[in-house]
């Protein structure tokens, strides 16, 4: 018969396990992927309280030469990030004051090349996993084991992330050159197809009989 008593090691990786499921309500995060047509520019907003720090990562994954335009800004309009033609990239900074933080993806320089833009915006760090972690006594067997195995399943997000958006890009690629090709190949069938209608006609040009005429002057 199983008895329904706990033992305190037991009950820590319990409490363990709950909190590696439940980590991600601790800190915000914001990650979008979005269509950004020519001629446009996306904007979007994010609360944050002093003394947080944040970091802002963006890839573009199709499109163009794959590069935008990205600003941002703090709750008094003041510039803490601009770059211009930017393929991807990441920043961190720290939020000098409490209030609304703007960042934007801009496509305007582009005329009829529309975009696909991947951003991942962090806010805050990731908080212990144990919120005596940092005590004098030693972390339990299963209590290590949990940090362990929250180590490595970011680990496994970021990498799975990275690849992401890696096959996406690549794809992308792919299907422009297969376009690329296609339409070179039309090409080619159409300058085949001329050259050797010429080619007839003027072999035939050769072989036509011509007929010559003759006047006759009276005297």
């Avoid at 992927?33 to 720090?53: H, R, S, V």
């Avoid at 335009?69 to 393929?87: A, F, S, T």
């Avoid at 035939?204 to 005297?219: E, L």
């Amino acid at each position: 018969m199983l008895s329904g008593r706990l033992c305190p090691g037991s009950l820590a990786g319990l409490w363990g396990l709950l909190l590696l499921l439940n980590l991600g309500c601790a800190v915000s995060t914001s990650e979008l992927t979005f269509e950004l047509p020519d001629n446009a520019k996306q904007c979007f907003y994010e609360e944050i309280m002093q003394g947080i720090k944040c970091t802002l990562e963006f890839q573009v994954i199709t499109g163009g030469h794959y590069d935008v335009d990205c600003r941002l800004e703090d709750p008094d309009g003041i510039v803490l990030y601009k770059e211009m033609k930017k393929q991807y990239d990441s920043f961190t900074f720290t939020a000098s004051r409490n209030g609304t933080y703007k960042f934007c993806f801009s496509n305007e320089f582009s005329t009829f090349t529309h975009k696909t833009v991947y951003f991942d915006f962090q806010v805050g760090d990731d908080p212990p996993l144990f919120p005596s972690e940092n005590r004098v006594t030693a972390l339990t067997q299963m209590e290590s084991a949990c940090v362990a195995i929250h180590e490595a399943l970011k680990s496994v997000v970021e990498h799975q992330t990275h690849f992401r958006l890696r096959e996406a890009q690549g794809r992308s690629r792919a299907e422009d050159l297969n376009t690329r090709v296609a339409y070179w190949s039309v090409g080619e069938a159409v300058i085949l197809l001329v050259v050797s209608i010429g080619q007839v006609f003027l072999l035939k040009s050769f072989f036509s009989d011509k007929r010559t005429t003759t006047t006759r002057v009276g005297s």
